[in-house]
């Protein structure tokens, strides 16, 4: 059991050869840096090590590890459960490190553990690049990429993580590594995927594709024409190319001033796409979601940066949420029953119903080449709760989503996305997220990265025993 304590009068130079910020309860700006992205958080911490660069995130795990403390790693900030901050114990915040190095050349990009993807896309498109990742500009790279990551690109070029050909990474002992596929290709294995259980990575080595501006955006339409986007989503995923990425939104519409008056605050489904290639050749499938006949068309030419904030402002700071994630199959007709019942039945306006296409590239890696398992599945289907953490309680809007999860486990096609599971779903579900075998083969990398488990607050994988 660690130890979550530790004297408070240790000073901010008490880390020795610590070079970053050091914030105790007392410091102003403590609240600032304890805050994440999840409003529903509200974690203290004894010590926030705030880092400038890889020596001080040796320093700072070294620390930890001889102080027996509790060690979180905190990145972008969004993980959903709020795994990179902790009671008591050591944050190991690596939010300052926010380098981007973009070689245009060797189409390589070079990035810090501390940038949100909105700063990576700005830099890669300088130069016409980008590589695949998620679609709200303020997550974090490194959670996302460790654990997955699921974007508008990855049918065309696979997921985040597929993408990362190098790592550097700060182990369990304190020390600094360089891991590619022929230095240690099992490691490199693991950290597609396996999360934050082996290390903290300091710095990702990405591989950058040619990504102009995209044919992309959204429909809208009204909750009675819900019944056809959905079936239009469903037959288009059936014969997309991997050029074509998909997605659906059931949610409440917002007063932004593209909602027309009489459909702000009435559930609607969105049904966005974007066509990764020639703008010209994506026109036909964007004539299919015309043909709804929407209230709203958002579809158009548009920057890659564009596309990535999109819809940041449906998921702000701040507010309470619960997540549940699955993946899915095909999308049936009692699907879609299901789906507008529970758009019909949603407990506030900040409830979303989301699916993504997967499959194309993401398909084409072999289900054992990556620590991320579910190659297979057609859908991603994401339950966001959201509620205001000041004036309303969390319980009806989880009671909803766990009620809309249960009934949508009859097409899945196994378990959940690992950075899309919440607090109380367990190791089974966490297990369950890899696959029998995957899991055998990260609990026994476990053993031999990390066999005392200093990296346990993530969807922790144990070390296998020995
Ligand atoms: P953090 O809270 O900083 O970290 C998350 C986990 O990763 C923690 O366990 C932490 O300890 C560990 N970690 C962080 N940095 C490191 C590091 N450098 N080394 C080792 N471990 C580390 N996922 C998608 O695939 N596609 C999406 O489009 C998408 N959209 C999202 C939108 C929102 C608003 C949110 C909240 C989440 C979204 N996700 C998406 C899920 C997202 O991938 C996870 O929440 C991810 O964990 C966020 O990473 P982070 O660095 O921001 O989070």
């Known amino acids: 059991m660690c130890r979550t304590v530790v004297d408070m009068t240790t000073t901010a130079t008490s880390i ?42 040796a320093t700072a795990v070294r620390f930890g590890t001889r102080h027996d403390l509790t060690v979180a790693v905190r990145g972008g900030g969004h993980s959903i459960p709020g795994l990179s901050m902790c009671d008591g114990g050591l944050v190991v915040d690596l939010s300052l490190l ?10 390589r990009a070079h990035v810090a553990p501390g940038v949100l993807l909105g700063e990576y896309d700005a830099a890669a498109q300088a130069h016409g690049l980008a590589s695949p990742a998620g679609e709200i500009s303020h997550t ?28 550097e990474l700060v182990t369990a002992t304190g020390d600094i590594v360089t891991v590619d596929e022929s230095t240690d290709p099992e490691l490199l294995w693991g950290l597609r ?11 990702f080595t990405f591989t950058l594709h040619e990504v102009g501006p995209l044919l992309a955006g959204a429909v809208m339409v009204p909750m009675d024409q819900g019944r056809a986007a959905l079936r239009l989503y469903a037959e288009l995923c059936a014969v997309a190319p991997e050029e074509l990425s998909l997605s659906v939104a059931c949610v409440t519409a917002p007063p932004a001033p593209f909602v027309p008056a009489e459909l702000v ?15 010209q ?12 006949r929407p209230a709203v068309d958002l579809i158009g030419l ?45 407990p506030g306006p900040h409830e979303q119903i989301l699916l993504r296409h997967m499959g194309g590239a993401i398909r084409s890696v072999p289900a054992d080449g990556t620590a991320f398992t579910f190659r297979e599945a057609e859908n991603l289907l994401t339950i966001a709760c959201g509620w205001d953490v000041e004036t309303d309680a969390p319980e009806p809007h989880v009671a909803w989503g766990r009620e809309l999860w249960a009934a949508t486990r009859r097409i899945s096609t196994g378990g959940a996305y690992v950075n899309q599971l919440d607090a109380d779903e367990g190791i089974e579900r966490v297990r369950e997220a890899y696959g029998t075998r995957t899991w ?27």
């Open 193 to 203: 995927g396996g999360g934050g259980n082996f290390g903290v990575v300091t710095r």
């Open 281 to 292: 050749a994506g026109e036909p499938w964007a004539a299919r979601l015309r043909g709804l």
């Open 140 to 167: 974090g790279v490194a959670g996302l990429t460790l654990g997955g990551g699921v974007g508008w690109l990855s049918r065309k070029y696979g997921l985040a993580c597929d993408n990362l050909v190098e790592a």
């Open 265 to 279: 605050g009435r559930q609607v489904v969105v049904l966005s796409m974007a066509w990764v290639g020639d703008p």
């Open 98 to 107: 926010k380098d981007v190095e973009i070689d245009p050349v060797r189409r």
């Open 440 to 466: 055998d083969r990260l609990t026994a990398l476990k053993r031999r990265m990390d066999p005392d488990n200093v990296f346990r607050l993530n969807q922790n994988i144990p070390p296998a025993p020995r």
């Open 16 to 57: 020795s050869g610590f070079q970053g910020q050091i914030l105790h309860p007392h410091n102003e700006g403590y609240d600032e840096a304890r805050r994440l992205w999840n409003g529903a958080i509200d974690r203290r911490p004894a010590i926030i090590a705030r880092c400038t660069s890889a020596a001080d995130v």
């Open 302 to 346: 548009m920057p890659y940066t564009a596309l990535q904030s999109m819809v940041d402002s449906g998921v702000p700071h701040g507010r309470g949420y619960y997540v549940k994630s699955e993946w899915l199959g095909e999308i049936d007709e009692p699907a879609i029953d299901t789906i507008l019942e529970s758009l019909a039945s949603m």
